[in-house]
């Protein structure tokens, strides 16, 4: 079915996640630690919500959030009930990665450190219990045939070696989440005669 409808309206152009919108109990916590941990920064807020614009993103907004109050029970997706596991934030660098990995040790929202081979990610918990992923990617021109194999594993991450690997500084990539410089609007002009 799904396979019939790709074939008869084609398949949907996306190039990325815009923004993703959680439910909240308590926003000015989620405010606290989105800016204070992650440094996020309110880009909109009304009574009982917030949007956040993640650091260096040109997004409008990257993270919405509303409130739905203290007696919310917390989500019981994957242990009773479908729904969203983590999702996922892309930083440019290993220095970067390994100031998170200390900033969210701090706040004791750390949940984990894993090696996939093509990338290098964190996970951790917001103040709900909603998990998210920090995650940096091996650029495609560094990548080696024990990377791409190791993809289907799961590794304790070791950060400094992948460091001393890669250097602190390398950007990540494979082309995710990496701006392009906009055309000139001389390429998108329409000649008039």
């Given at each position: 079915?799904?396979?019939?409808?790709?074939?008869?309206?084609?398949?949907?152009?996306?190039?990325?996640?815009?923004?993703?919108?959680?439910?909240?109990?308590?926003?000015?916590?989620?405010?606290?630690?989105?800016?204070?941990?992650?440094?996020?920064?309110?880009?909109?807020?009304?009574?009982?919500?917030?949007?956040?614009?993640?650091?260096?993103?040109?997004?409008?907004?990257?993270?919405?959030?509303?409130?739905?109050?203290?007696?919310?029970?917390?989500?019981?997706?994957?242990?009773?009930?479908?729904?969203?596991?983590?999702?996922?934030?892309?930083?440019?660098?290993?220095?970067?990665?390994?100031?998170?990995?200390?900033?969210?040790?701090?706040?004791?929202?750390?949940?984990?450190?894993?090696?996939?081979?093509?990338?290098?990610?964190?996970?951790?918990?917001?103040?709900?219990?909603?998990?998210?992923?920090?995650?940096?990617?091996?650029?495609?021109?560094?990548?080696?045939?024990?990377?791409?194999?190791?993809?289907?594993?799961?590794?304790?991450?070791?950060?400094?070696?992948?460091?001393?690997?890669?250097?602190?500084?390398?950007?990540?990539?494979?082309?995710?989440?990496?701006?392009?410089?906009?055309?000139?609007?001389?390429?998108?002009?329409?000649p008039t005669t």
């Amino acid at each position: 079915m799904i396979a019939n409808a790709i074939a008869l309206h084609g398949a949907m152009g996306v190039h990325r996640l815009n923004h993703a919108v959680l439910y909240v109990r308590d926003v000015e916590q989620t405010k606290a630690f989105y800016e204070g941990v992650l440094g996020f920064r309110v880009v909109m807020e009304m009574p009982g919500a917030a949007f956040f614009q993640a650091p260096g993103s040109n997004n409008d907004h990257d993270l919405g959030t509303f409130q739905i109050g203290s007696a919310a029970a917390p989500s019981d997706a994957g242990r009773g009930t479908v729904g969203l596991y983590h999702l996922a934030w892309e930083v440019d660098t290993l220095a970067e990665l390994q100031r998170l990995a200390g900033a969210l040790r701090a706040s004791g929202a750390l949940a984990g450190a894993s090696d996939h081979g093509t990338t290098k990610s964190l996970y951790a918990h917001d103040p709900d219990g909603l998990e998210f992923e920090v995650v940096w990617i091996i650029p495609a021109a560094l990548l080696n045939a024990d990377d791409l194999a190791a993809r289907s594993t799961i590794r304790p991450l070791d950060l400094p070696a992948e460091i001393a690997r890669f250097g602190a500084d390398e950007l990540g990539g494979v082309g995710i989440s990496t701006l392009v410089a906009p055309r000139s609007s001389a390429a998108h002009s329409v000649p008039t005669t």
